[in-house]
């Protein structure tokens, strides 16, 4: 079972590496007769939106192909994924399409369910060169994931592959949220706020924070972030343990 798992995440990796820089679409036909994504190249030569030129859509399409390549991956029809993460068939269907950006609550859901890193779901580095150190990340290189139709940019701010903690800078716009519904989750979540203000729910409380105010929260208390007021907010946001493949 573990030789299984190691070649799909390999073939996974492969196609979704090419996807990212744009040739995605020869080697995931290429792909075509392997067991294990077969399915998958078809569906993503064919299924782009019209606006697939637009920088939001190339987002959310990049977002569709990795839910559905570690769906495809594990050989589950959407009815199953849906079951898992209590998001519904249509709204996993337009997700995987490109036709709907999901929520900061969704991507939570959809990277547990398919024990994927949600790192997986970011844009790659600006930058090609090669890491300064496996303990460092430059400015520069910083992955980031840009939710633009919920108003937040999640960057992350540690190097990939730790075993107990995330931390990311979340840049929120005016009228910006991680969501409507209130999140829960095991582990513990802390940060900071840089810039602007923000709404911070924590167990149907919200509590307006400020530059240089800062929390610690049990993540099984329900939570949100929201942005109500007219400047950009930016927080440093940290969880542990982080969600990690099995």
């Known amino acids: 079972m573990k030789n299984v798992s190691s070649r799909v995440d390999r ?4 196609a979704y590496s090419s996807f990212q820089t744009g040739y995605g679409r020869p ?4 792909m075509s007769a392997d067991n294990t ?4 190249a078809a569906e993503l030569a064919v299924d782009e939106p019209d606006a697939a ?3 939001d859509s190339a987002h959310d399409l990049r977002m569709g192909a990795v839910v559905r390549a570690f769906r495809g991956a594990r050989g589950w029809p959407i009815a199953e994924l849906a079951s898992r993460t209590g998001l519904s068939v249509g ?6 399409r490109g036709l709907s950006t999901p929520s900061l609550r969704s991507l939570r859901l ?3 369910a398919l024990e994927a890193p949600i790192a997986h779901f970011f844009d790659p580095p600006t930058t090609t060169a090669a890491p300064v150190s496996p303990h460092i990340v430059r400015v520069e290189d910083r992955q980031s994931l840009q939710l633009n139709k919920t108003g937040v940019v999640k960057m992350s701010l540690v190097p990939p592959g730790g075993e107990t903690v995330e931390m990311w800078e979340f840049r929120i716009a005016p009228n910006g949220s991680s969501g409507g519904d209130l999140l829960n989750q095991e ?12 709404n911070l729910w924590i167990d149907n409380t919200p509590t307006v924070l400020k530059i240089g105010d800062s929390f610690r929260f049990s993540s099984l208390l329900q939570h949100k972030l929201e942005n109500p007021f007219k400047d950009e907010a930016r927080i440093i946001w940290v969880v ?7």
């Open 11 to 14: 073939n996974f990796q492969r």
């Open 27 to 30: 080697l995931l036909a290429k």
């Open 37 to 40: 994504l077969g399915s998958l």
């Open 53 to 55: 030129n637009s920088e």
């Open 91 to 96: 709204m996993i269907s337009q997700i995987e």
């Open 110 to 112: 959809l990277s547990a």
């Open 187 to 198: 582990g513990e979540k802390a940060g900071v706020v840089l810039a602007g203000r923000i």
């Open 240 to 246: 542990t343990p982080p969600i990690r493949r099995a």
